[in-house]
Every structure is written in C-alpha cells, then in structure tokens.
C-alpha cells in the first residue's frame, strides 16, 4: 500500500475544507476525489481549487458511499461533527477529523466507544504541535533542555473570529463555546508538552468587545473574546492560557513559553522564532549572576521546515499533520493524535467554560466520562 495515490474526500467546503484542498494538493501521492457540502457556494469554491477534477455531493452520507474515496477529512461545522463522524465510522475509510472533535464530552466519549475495534485510520487534527519552532520547542523539552518541566504558558492575542457559512459561530450552542472551538488546541498542547492529563481547571472571562453590535435572527452573540484558564497536573506542573480575542495589533500573536527547573524556551508565531537559555547554578553560587531580562545566554533563531510545501493558514502545520497521517495511513501506523487526545481537549475547554459560570475550580473528573 505504500506506493497507492491516497483519495480523499472532503466533507465541509469552508474555509477549513479549503485550507486542507489545499495541502493535500501540495502534496505527492495524493488526490481530492470528492467534496460535499450543503451550500453551494462553498462546494463552486472548492471545485474551482481542483479544477473542476472531482465529483461533488450535496449530503456527506453520498461520498460515504461512493467508493471513491479512501479517506476522508470532516471539516463541517463543529456541532455536525457527532452525526458526521457516527456516519464515517461505520465505515471502513480512513478519517482525519478536524477539531473541535465535538461540542459535548459525551458525543466524543460515545466516538470513542464507535471506534473500539475499528482498524483504519482515525485521526484528530490537532496541528499545533506541528508549527516549526513549537515542535523545535517541545523536541528539546522532551529531551531535557530545559530541566524537569515545571509551567508551560500559552499566550495568543489576535483578531476576532472570523465570518462563517450562515454565521454557525456567533453562537456557543454551535461552537461548544470559544475554550473548546478555539483553545482545545492549546489544551492539547499542553498536555503533550507536559506528558500528563489535567487535574484541575480555574478560569476567568468573558465577552467584553467582540460581536456585541452583532444581531443574527434578533439574537446577540454569546462567544466570549478573552480569559485566563489555568491548569493543574498531579505531578504539580501548571499550565496556563491567556487569550484576548481583540489584540490583532500584536507583533507575535502567539507565544508559547515552557519554563524548567534548568531553563526556559519560548516560541514565537509568526515571527517563526525561539529562544532558549539555561539557568546558572544558582544553588552554588556566591553571588548573583546575571540579572533577569538581560538577554545574555539565550540564543535566538528562526526555525523554519524546508519540507513544506504549502505554508497556508498555520505556518506550515496543516501540511506536516497531512503529511504525518498519509504516512501513518500507508504503513499501518497509529495516529499521533487520537480521539481520547481529542475528547480531553474539549473536555479541558468545557471545564473551564464551567469553571467561568460559576466562578468555581472545577475537577476534571466532573466532565470526564466515568473511569477516564
């Protein structure tokens, strides 16, 4: 199977379907064979990327059973995502699933239990790990650059969200609310850094700016534009989100920082740099050794990966994660981002939803399914 031409169908021709049209299009050995969406402006958007060279449904139950297709990427709106995937998994294709991977822990736990048993391919698009200078980050994290791994601190200041097809993400019922449709990726990522599974959430925010002009059917908008989630461990290591949704006048939107007991890395998007430096042994010291903020000892650099093809919306990562699951899908490897990975993520952003309602920590154990 190694040397098959991987057909793909996409399921959701918005902006998402076409960001992944486009990375499977830079990449060998593959091809988009099919798309459906409901609305037909995005599927004319989608088959103008291919050239009009595939056959396009109205209802994504058709490509399921098409036969001209053996993997298929679920880029729908995420409240579709429970009925979509139920669908695919009775399947025997293979399904990269964009997250978030639902809206509700239970329709990811009740994923879960579908797939139990089930050989092809099931994979969770969680693409940030994948941006060059985070993976760069947590390769040298992993390996003991920085010591034994105390906080992982993720900051990302940008625009508002975007407009979407009949504008599904104004509304929290449809998105599973900003921590989940937005933050599962960071969520995610913390705990891939950390190597561990959350314990407990705090969290503060709110909908301060953004969308409060915004009228849909009389109704105003609920998604909140900014917080601060912090995040427990039991080895006692803390993460921490800050996000604000109404900084788009930021030079570096994203900074992802991870602090050891003998050193620091930090990342920067889109400058595309990280930085590192190592602590000096203050336990034996005599006297102080450079002061904070000077800078001396860190070394700086851009890092970038000249296997990319196509750079799109995530700096590259979309295209690894492509990559990485045709590989995976052509030698029978498992994916690197699992359900049980997607199900925590979202499960971490509706902790601290909840955390935020009531002003409350929440345990971890409260949203997950039980035994988890």
Known sequence: ????????????????????????????????????DTDANSRAQSLALLNGQATVFENYQNLLGSGLCDAVVVATPNYTHIDVLRQALATNLHILAEKPLCTRVQDCH???????????????????????????????????????????SIREHREPFYPKVGDWNRFSANTGGTLVEKCCHYFNLMDFVLNEHPLRVFASGGQRVNHLDERYDGRTPDILDSAYVIVEYPSGARAMLDLC????NSVDSEQIIVVGNEGK??????????????????????????????GKGVSVRRVWDTNIKYPGQHFGASFIEHEKFAHALRNGLPAEVTLEDGLRSVATGIAAHRSIESGCAVMMREVLPAGW
């Open 245 to 248: 949704m109404f900084a788009e």
């Open 1 to 36: 199977m190694s040397l098959q031409k991987i057909r793909y169908g996409i399921i959701g021709c918005g902006s998402m379907g076409r960001e992944h049209i486009e990375n499977i299009r830079a990449m060998t050995g593959t091809e988009v064979t099919a798309l459906a």
């Open 110 to 152: 009740e994923l879960v239990q579908l797939a139990q048993g089930r050989t092809a391919l099931v994979w969770v698009a969680q693409e940030y790990r994948y941006m060059p200078p985070v993976a760069e980050m947590i390769r040298m994290a992993h390996g003991g650059a920085v010591g034994q791994i105390q906080q992982v």
């Open 265 to 294: 890395l930090e990342s920067l998007l889109p400058s595309l740099t990280l930085r590192y430096g190592r602590r000096e042994d203050w336990g034996t010291r005599k006297v102080w050794g450079e002061p904070s903020g000077s």
